[in-house]
């Protein structure tokens, strides 16, 4: 959700979404000439998140285009989602590789292939490799429903549902070989309701994933282009 200015803020807030000179700004300050920035997608789900950057794209709120989607189980919504948004996508069966590394390594062949730029693992169900992370420093970026570091790993909403706690959230994040502790890019914040349960929670962070992570992939472009 949108941050409004305090006047007794020392540091401007994050708002989304942000003015249209800003995001142009931010999403084309690494992109390659000459055309947007080429996002590589990677989903093993529903795939919600691959379409909310395909529309960001395609609504002119983010400077950049999917080139390629990943999947790792064949006929998920993800890629039923590709096909009716005309992207391509490959599929890439962890079950048929013996090892994380060797799944890895054909991710980055594919993604090379693509000429894609920055990487973004929305619901990826697998954990990752330096193979990966390595050919795509700083550009590897992932979405996780909850408010980092706080339960980290898989099902983050039943464990915030299990601790009692009454704010949950979503983080996304640069991608490190330590599981979901690298760099936080935007987070936002999402109150646990009386009577919530696992599916609505996760509907209402969902909402809010669908929001900040094309922000995060302009920020992360944006960093990229900055002088060190």
Do not use: K, Y
């Amino acid at each position: 959700m949108p941050a409004f200015a305090d006047p007794s803020d020392q540091e401007p807030c994050v708002q989304w979404p942000l003015p249209p000179d800003c995001l142009e700004a931010q999403a084309t300050a690494w992109a390659p000439e000459p055309g947007p920035l080429r996002l590589g997608v990677m989903a093993s789900g529903a795939g919600s998140n691959f379409e909310a950057l395909v529309q960001a794209c395609r609504q002119g709120n983010l400077q950049a285009e999917v080139a390629l989607l990943v999947v790792n189980n064949s006929g998920c919504g993800a890629q039923q989602r590709a096909e009716r948004l005309g992207i391509p996508c490959q599929l890439h069966d962890h079950r048929h590789h013996p090892s994380r590394e060797q799944l890895d390594r054909a991710l980055v062949a594919s993604f090379q292939a693509a000429a894609v730029d920055l990487v973004v693992m929305a619901g990826w169900m697998r954990v990752v490799t330096p193979t990966l992370i390595g050919a795509f420093p700083d550009r590897l970026v992932n979405i996780h429903p909850s408010l980092l570091p706080s339960f980290r790993g898989l099902d983050a909403v039943g464990q915030a549902l299990a601790a009692g706690v009454t704010l949950a959230g979503c983080t996304a994040h640069l991608v490190s070989e330590e599981v979901d502790a690298g760099r936080i890019l935007v987070q936002a914040a999402v109150p646990v309701l009386a009577g919530d349960d696992h599916a609505s929670l996760t509907r209402r962070i969902q909402m809010q994933e669908h929001r900040i992570l094309p922000l995060a992939v302009a920020l992360t472009a944006q960093q990229l282009g900055e002088p060190d």
